[in-house]
T-cell receptor, first 114, second 111 residues
Framework: DAGVTQSPTHLIKTRGQQVTLRCSPK?????VSWYQQALGQGPQFIFQ???????QRGNFPDRFSGHQFPNYSSELNVNALLLGDSALYLC?????????????FGSGTRLTVV | GQQLNQSPQSMFIQEGEDVSMNCTSS?????WLWYKQEPGEGPVLLIA?????ELTSNGRLTAQFGITRKDSFLNISASIPSDVGIYFC???????????FGTGTSLTVIP
């Protein structure tokens, strides 16, 4: 049973460019959250998607946007990249059965902006 | 937003020693969690705590949910080399939609 899968694993972009990161949730999970983890810091919540809608958003600018597809997979888009956007981007999914606690994190996408 | 402060920031211990770390928050949480993160990986859940005062164990790991609901503690007994990693506390928002992570404790175990 595959866990949460993220792609790509590593990415290098130039300032001002746009990037799309992808996440496939664990089987049986329907909710996807995205987190940004800067080097040496704890993850920071970006937003959460459920039923193809953004349900909650953290303190991130509109340059960060997302999408969820009918198969529950999700994308994170970041426009007009800044050097400070360099970080590990983590995806976490939650089970459809809410009686089972179980947010599962993927291994992340390491984004480097130069 | 909520601030979760962890201490110590880093620890260097001998194999076999016990480890204690804690986490404090400026806000109340109804659920506390402890995660471990290894290089190149995402956080992996170690222990989840759901009630103030709760004490829960997972093998050599024991965590407690503080009675004020603003703090939590994690203890690791008889440390082994594979315990190396960064340990994060996290509080789950009342909506259940968002984690607030601590600043992390880096653990190094010297064989």
């Amino acid at each position: 049973d595959a866990g949460v899968t993220q792609s790509p694993t590593h990415l290098i972009k130039t300032r001002g460019q746009q990037v799309t990161l992808r996440c496939s949730p664990k089987s049986g999970h329907d909710t996807v959250s995205w987190y940004q983890q800067a080097l040496g810091q704890g993850p920071q919540f970006i937003f959460q998607y459920y039923e193809e809608e953004e349900r909650q958003r953290g303190n991130f600018p509109d340059r960060f946007s997302g999408h969820q597809f009918p198969n529950y997979s999700s994308e994170l888009n970041v426009n007009a990249l800044l050097l400070g956007d360099s970080a590990l981007y983590l995806c976490a999914s939650r089970p459809q059965d809410r009686s089972r606690y179980g947010y599962t994190f993927g291994s992340g996408t390491r984004l480097t902006v130069v | 937003g909520q601030q979760l402060n962890q201490s110590p920031q880093s620890m260097f211990i001998q194999e076999g020693e016990d480890v204690s770390m804690n986490c404090t928050s400026s806000s109340i949480f109804n659920t506390w969690l402890w995660y471990k993160q290894e290089p190149g990986e995402g956080p992996v859940l170690l222990i989840a705590l759901y009630k103030a005062g709760e004490l829960t164990s997972n093998g050599r790991l024991t965590a407690q949910f503080g009675i004020t609901r603003k703090d939590s503690f994690l203890n690791i007994s008889a440390s082994i080399p594979s315990d190396v990693g960064i340990y994060f506390c996290a509080g789950l928002s009342n909506t259940g939609n968002q984690f607030y992570f601590g600043t992390g404790t880096s653990l190094t175990v010297i064989p």
